[in-house]
């Protein structure tokens, strides 16, 4: 017999989790969230805070654009605020391809309404003299912003609170079972909590809770390297973003430059370790120096990373469940939560309470693993080697198996 109950328990404690209690309590659900470590841990408190509209995935324009309402909106909405900046954003190509490739991406944007400027040398460095002669050409979105997730999570759960919503952290929930018309879920002090809908916002450890619903999904564990320079001089005012991922940097109000290590780290999901190699920062480092030549003496003052889920399509599961009515999967994020989290928040609780069947959702369902995964080119690209990217963790063993995707279509986005 469960000890306490809820209308609706969501387990992680991240930024989606967080959102998803925010929207579920304003529609006067009793909510208990469930975190095994603390409030916005993992990714959700340790990625680079990129706010970013132009290049994503096709599909995912409905939820990011109603995604960056919500950010406007944030500090009204949640009652404080989260150093929200609309910086726009400066997307660089290094040649000709490259270049192709920044129009492919504006166009697909502007489809989708957002206003995309192109911008070619010599135009280019005239409007921001610090870019050194390596960029070609650039596009560049005014609406496209920033914020600190270490401030946005926390945040959120705070104003979660507020409406009622229990948050239990080093809550490690290690049973999940049909209970009735419901669930029960069982954390590790033997606590059991009893609720009639279930969210699994759990992150790179998201598929042990589906696998108990006989559900899967080839979800591995990596980390992007984050680093951040001493306080400088202010140089750059919008995000700075390469085409082939060498430079993801910004620099804050304060003048620390903020830089995204590329490509991405494996983490041990199973050690709770996102391990940052030196060569990485150094790398970073030459990079941006080769764009942005007034930051080639910038030191380095702290590294970290968090651990987050990737897919091989690098397309996350958002949505029912196929096989057990009241079960909600929200995982696999690939470095796209951030900027998502407030809208997936928001259609969860509208699936939950209203039985709606939002659209911007439709190209996120977990059943499109029931065959082969689709190997998104970008995929590829985003790991530091090819076999990296087939590692899975097996929530049973936590060991490694390999996934072995098949490559049906070239990445979308």
Known sequence: MSSASADVAIIGGGLIGTWTAFFLARRGQRVVLLEKDVVGAQSSGTNFGNLRLQGRFPGQYPLALRSHDLWEDFEALIGEGCEFARTGHLYCAFDAEEQAR????????????????????????????WLGGRAVAATFSARDA???????????????????????????????????????????????????????????????????????????????PQFVTEPLPFVMAPSLQ??????????????????????????DAVANRAPVPPAKTLAAMRALAGLVPALAHAHVIRVWSGIEGYLPDMIPVIGRSETTPGLFH??????????????????????????????????????????????????????????MGAQATSPQSGQSKAAQPTIDSPGRE
Request: net charge neutral.
């Open 102 to 129: 920044l129009e492919a991406y504006a166009q697909v944007s502007e489809q989708h309404g957002l206003t995309i400027e192109r911008l070619v040398q010599p135009d280019l460095h005239k409007r921001f003299p």
């Open 146 to 224: 920033t914020a600190n997730p270490r401030l946005a999570t926390p945040a959120v759960a705070r104003a979660a609170r507020r409406l009622g919503v229990e948050i239990r952290e080093n809550a490690r929930v290690t049973a999940v079972a049909r209970h009735g018309a419901g669930f029960v879920v069982t954390t590790a002090d033997g606590t059991e909590l009893g609720c009639g809908a279930l969210v699994n916002a759990a992150g790179a450890w998201a598929v042990e809770m589906a696998e108990c619903f006989g559900e899967t999904a080839p979800v591995f564990a990596a980390g992007p």
């Open 242 to 267: 390469t085409i082939d991922g060498s430079v993801i940097a910004r620099q804050t109000e304060r003048g620390n430059v903020i830089l995204a290590g590329y490509p991405r780290t494996a983490a």
């Open 330 to 387: 929200a995982f696999g994020f690939c470095g796209h939560g951030f900027q998502i989290g407030p809208g997936v928040g928001l259609y969860l609780s509208d699936m939950i309470v209203d039985g709606a069947k939002p659209a911007a959702l439709e190209p996120f369902s977990i059943a499109r693993f029931r065959t082969a995964a689709t190997v998104s080119d970008k995929f590829h690209k985003e790991f530091d080697h090819p076999g």
